[in-house]
């Protein structure tokens, strides 16, 4: 199962008793602000969840599969992503518990 914006929008409404266009607003402005404090070129550290890093990759050369054409692939930034260990046991413990049954 896949967690989209509008499940995060109506977890808010059923369980904290947002109205849906306070949810939705609120779970915009919690993107926007991760995505505006990357895009600063600061981290982003969420307790017990994990961190959102910036990582700069150097230009490197690089190959077309379809042509085989040698290419140069660009410099860029990328944003990664580390769970944190509470994250990780949490993940542990639920495709244990999967195999399990």
């Known amino acids: 199962m896949t967690v989209t914006k509008l499940d ?3 977890h808010l409404y059923d369980t904290i008793g947002f109205k849906k266009a306070e949810a939705a607003e609120l779970v915009d402005l919690f993107f ?3 995505r505006e404090t990357l895009a600063r070129g600061e981290e982003v550290k969420l307790s017990g969840f994990g961190n959102f ?3 700069d990759k150097r230009a ?3 190959r077309n599969p379809r042509t085989r054409e040698l290419v ?3 410099a860029r930034r990328v944003v990664t992503f580390r769970a944190s260990p ?3 046991a949490l993940c542990n413990a639920v495709d244990h518990q999967d195999s399990v049954t």
């Open 72 to 74: 140069e692939i660009s």
């Open 60 to 62: 490197r050369p690089g």
């Open 86 to 88: 509470v994250l990780k």
């Open 8 to 10: 995060l929008t109506n």
């Open 53 to 55: 890093t910036l990582r």
């Open 32 to 34: 926007d602000t991760i």
